[in-house]
């Protein structure tokens, strides 16, 4: 499901399309049969995204410790 280099932005950039097609299928589902059969099949893709969130969150959290541990070396340096 993530693609190679896909970035933590454009993850949840997907994911906001996905949440808010599925919120319009739930909402046409009331009176759409057919509506309410594509948002059971769009959860199903919500849950396997669910699922990938963790992976990226995590490799997003150490992207962001690798930029602020050179952004302090660079301030030490330019110190000494």
Do not use: W
Not at 1 to 25: A, S, V, W
Not at 42 to 55: A, G, T
């Amino acid at each position: 499901m993530i693609e190679e280099n896909q970035t933590y932005r454009d993850f949840l950039e997907i994911m906001k399309i996905e949440f808010g097609d599925f919120l319009r299928l739930c909402e046409a589902g009331r009176t759409i049969r057919h509506a309410s059969l594509k948002a059971r099949k769009k959860s199903i893709r919500l849950r396997e995204m669910l699922k990938d969130f963790r992976p990226v969150s995590l490799e997003n959290d150490k992207r962001i410790e690798r930029i602020i541990k050179e952004a302090k070396n660079r301030i030490e340096e330019s110190n000494i």
